[in-house]
Structures are given as C-alpha cells and as structure tokens.
C-alpha cells in the first residue's frame, strides 16, 4: 500500500511550507524508534537521526541497545525502561520530557509498546499530554504474517500468551471460533506446550512457524496443527518464534460435521490426534453444548460395547 504516488510530493512533505525541516527533533517529545529484529541493515536513516539527535534514549536492555548504537557510531545517554522498573523510570521520563528533553524509547527488537512495557510509557505520555511520535520500521508479527501464506485482510495480535493455564485456556477457548488470522509470539522453551494447547482448542488447521526471521537462518515452517505438535519430538526448538494460525473456517461447525453423531464427531479428532478428552472439549464446543453431555454420551456408547 503507498499513501502518496507523487516522489517529488513525498519529499516536499520532509518540510515545512517555511523551508524548515520537518523531522528535526522537538524537544518535549517521546519518539517511538524501532529497531531491527534480526537484519541490522533494516535500522532507517529516520531512526539513526532520532536516537543521534535525542537528549536520551530509554530502552528495555541497555547492553543490548548500547551495542546497537555503537555499531552505527552513536553515543548518547542511556537510561533503563523494562517491565520491573517501568512504574518508577516512567515517572522519571515523563517528568524529564514535561521538563522539555527529547526521548527515544526503544526495545530490544522491533516496534516499541508491541508486548512490552512500552505501552504503559505510551499511555503515561497520553495522560499528561505529552507528544508521542513513531519513527517506524521492522515488526516480527506484520513480518511473519505477511510470510506465513495464510490470509493476510484480517488478523489479530494475541502476543504472548498467559502462562496461567486456567487463563491461558480460557482465552484459547474465547479465539477458537474467530475467522480471522491469529498471530502469537512464543519463546523455544514454551513453543511445544503452546503447540499442544492450540490443537487441543482449535483442532487441526494451518499454522506456519517463523523464526529467525530476516537472518541469515531464517526459517518458515507451513504444516498443519496435527503436524506441528511433533516436528519437536527429537530436537529442542532454538531462537523466538512467531506462530501464524490460521482463522477457523467461515463455515458453521454444525454443518462440516453434518450427518456425524457426537460420538463420531469425538472419534474423528482422536483420529486426527488429539487425547480422548481434547476430543470431548472440541465437539462440545463446535457444537455449542456443554463438555459434560458430550462426555455422558461417548461414556454411554463404550458402556454399551464393554468398552
């Protein structure tokens, strides 16, 4: 998508009717600079310039951003912003940039405010009417998903799940009937329970895998949920991942199962692979009745056969 076809329009828009730049620092204001998630080549011309011309820049892991700006040859005060300080640092910022100083926030990889503390920096600046500006770049999910080969016009960002595993089950169980493609971010340690837990509530559906993304060793992995839940079997998954899954299908539950009783409908997803009582939960749930009367009805039948 191009918001302007006219190049020379496009530059022109770099200043104002003046003659003077647009994009020079102001001071007062929080700029939002995304760094590379991989390729460091990815960091614009824009994003060098702000966290050159800013009073300080705050970011999530201060070695890590430290060796970034080194890397392009840029030496400016450092402060720390993450998820254990960010009440009291926040404070702090705001009060510097109310003072007049200029910020970049960044993360440790990406946009910053997409799953992490950011957000609530953004939010504190929004209260006190601070002004907040982006300087855009690299984001691992619109990446992933533009590469994942699954529908693209409707998604949504769910992030990093719950590690609660009420809530966490919860949620799965709310996204299972949403059409829209679904985009999670995991760490390797997690990765196979995660699996597990999306096949258990969505059933078997297109997911692709994304790691690494704009290294050298990046990896795009399209299967299917069935298929996923074991590439891991025999190696530990390395670097984080963006999963891609795809939206449950336009078409009602009640009519892709037409004609299968319950209990056949719950011996279809064994087949496929999920646990007796994965099956049990899926068909009560694509069936809009409650996990018990399922259950009671597939009891009944083994009963009848000895089973």
């Given at each position: 998508m191009s918001l302007t076809k006219d190049p020379e329009r496009l530059y022109a828009d770099e200043f104002n009717a003046d003659g003077t730049e647009k994009n020079k620092i102001r001071g007062g204001t929080l700029y939002l600079v995304t760094t590379p998630i991989g390729n460091l080549a990815d960091l614009s011309e824009r994003a060098k310039k702000v966290l050159a011309g800013v009073d300080f820049v705050a970011a999530e892991d201060t070695r890590n951003s430290a060796k970034l700006l080194a890397y392009f040859g840029i030496?400016?005060?450092?402060?720390?912003?993450?998820?254990?300080?960010?009440?009291?640092?926040?404070?702090?910022?705001?009060?510097?940039?109310?003072?007049?100083?200029?910020?970049?926030?960044?993360?440790?990889?990406?946009?910053?405010?997409?799953?992490?503390?950011?957000?609530?920096?953004?939010?504190?600046?929004?209260?006190?009417?601070?002004?907040?500006?982006?300087?855009?770049?690299?984001?691992?999910?619109?990446?992933?998903?533009?590469l994942s080969g699954l529908a693209t016009s409707r998604f949504a960002f769910e992030g990093f799940l719950s590690t609660n595993r009420g809530e966490r089950g919860r949620r799965l169980a709310e996204l299972a009937g949403d059409t829209r493609t679904l985009i999670f971010y995991e760490a390797p340690h997690k990765l196979k329970t995660t699996l597990a837990d999306l096949y258990a509530a969505f059933g078997d559906r297109k997911i692709s895998l994304c790691r690494e993304l704009t290294k050298l060793n990046e990896e795009i992995v399209r299967v299917t949920l069935s298929r996923a839940v074991g590439l891991y079997d025999d190696r530990e998954p390395r670097g984080e991942y963006v999963l891609i899954v795809e939206g449950a299908s336009e078409q009602p539950k009640e009519t892709e199962f037409a004609g299968m009783s319950v209990v056949e409908q719950v011996e279809y997803y064994i087949s496929q692979g999920m646990t007796k009582m994965e099956a049990v939960k899926a068909c009560a749930r694509d069936r809009g009745v409650m996990k018990n009367e399922v259950y009671k009805a597939v009891v009944g039948i083994e009963a009848d056969k000895g089973e």
């Open positions: 030496r400016q005060p450092l402060v720390s912003y993450f998820e254990h300080n960010k009440r009291e640092r926040g404070e702090i910022i705001a009060n510097r940039l109310a003072a007049g100083e200029s910020c970049a926030l960044v993360t440790d990889a990406g946009m910053p405010g997409i799953s992490d503390p950011g957000e609530d920096l953004v939010k504190l600046c929004a209260e006190r009417g601070i002004p907040v500006t982006a300087v855009p770049g690299p984001c691992a999910a619109l990446c992933a998903l533009t």
